[in-house]
């Protein structure tokens, strides 16, 4: 399905029921907005990881622009604040009041920035394996230092400094690199995962050249007064639990969960965990 807002065509899928039958009554589930990380990715990572929370809410999944299965545009337009207006509009479209948004890696980025720009459209805000400011890239390689093989150091600015050339060269980085976003190294697993989303280079270069080197919201997160859960992996590289622990100083009403065998993807590794957490704290005070 596609939605025509701010002048560009989203992609976006829909999963699980807004309305349930509840004895005589229909009742009423909280809708989720869910945004994919990257930048250049799509919202395929979730899936089928996600489906259960399908019991609790009904699941919204959105490519960003120039992601996905989203409509091409120029990527000097895809700036985080741009991400986030089209998500306002979004909404709005579907004619939705107060919403759960919940950012995956650079999703994370989108959703603090959405929740910054439009605090009163979130009822409650997911941070999953995220960051608050550029310099995560720091805490990163450090870590990557202690894990990574020489190659993989080599090859690792080449992504987050925006020189890939080609997508022949991106694929090549996934190949020798997917292996550091998981703490248990499942081939035919990350064979899948990895290969299913639609990449998009060209907003990948742009956006960590030209937009992430200025990301920084720890001064606007002690404002946001919306119940918040920050999602960490203990083996994560490249959001390191040291980004979730300063999120979590940062945010006046926010709980923090640490996945101590998970990676970049704790709803991948640590499923079943993960979707208790979030269910946990999504129905807390619904009931």
């Known amino acids: 399905m596609y939605a025509h807002v701010n002048g560009v065509k989203l992609f976006f899928d829909i999963d699980g029921s807004g309305y349930i039958p509840d004895g005589p009554k229909m009742k009423h589930r909280s809708a989720c907005i869910v945004l994919h990380g990257g ?3 799509d919202h ?4 089928p990881w996600f489906d259960p929370l399908t019991e609790h809410m009904q699941l919204i999944y959105l490519d960003h622009r120039a992601n996905g299965q989203s409509e091409r545009v120029d990527p000097a337009t895809c700036t985080l604040e741009q991400l986030a207006d089209d998500i306002e509009a979004f909404r709005k479209y ?3 009041d107060k919403v759960h948004v919940l950012g995956h890696s650079f999703g ?8 910054i720009k439009y605090p009163s ?3 409650k805000l997911l941070l999953i394996c995220t960051a608050p400011s ?3 890239y720091e805490d990163a390689k450090s870590f990557a230092k202690k894990i990574a093989t020489p190659r993989q150091l080599e090859l690792i600015p080449r992504l987050f400094e925006g020189k890939i050339q080609g997508d022949e060269e991106l694929e090549a980085w996934w190949d020798e690199c997917f292996a550091l976003y998981f703490y248990k190294k499942d081939e035919q697993l990350m064979y899948e995962t990895g290969n299913r989303p639609i990449g998009s280079l060209e907003v990948c270069n742009y956006t960590f050249k ?3 080197p200025h990301y920084d919201v720890r001064a606007q997160l002690p404002k946001l007064t919306m119940p918040v859960l ?3 992996g203990r083996h994560d590289w490249i959001t390191p639990v040291s980004q979730a622990e300063e999120m979590k100083g940062l945010l006046p009403d926010a709980i923090l969960s640490i996945f101590e065998k998970s990676g970049h993807m704790p709803f991948i590794e640590e499923q079943e965990s993960f979707i208790r957490t979030v269910v946990d704290f999504v129905d807390k005070g619904n009931k």
């Open 108 to 115: 994370g980025m989108v959703a603090q920035t959405y929740a």
């Open 134 to 136: 550029k310099d995560f």
């Open 44 to 47: 395929s990572d979730f899936k």
């Open 230 to 232: 920050i999602v960490a």
């Open 121 to 123: 459209s979130v009822e």
């Open 39 to 41: 930048p250049g990715s």
């Open 210 to 212: 030209h937009f992430m």
């Open 94 to 96: 579907l004619g939705l």
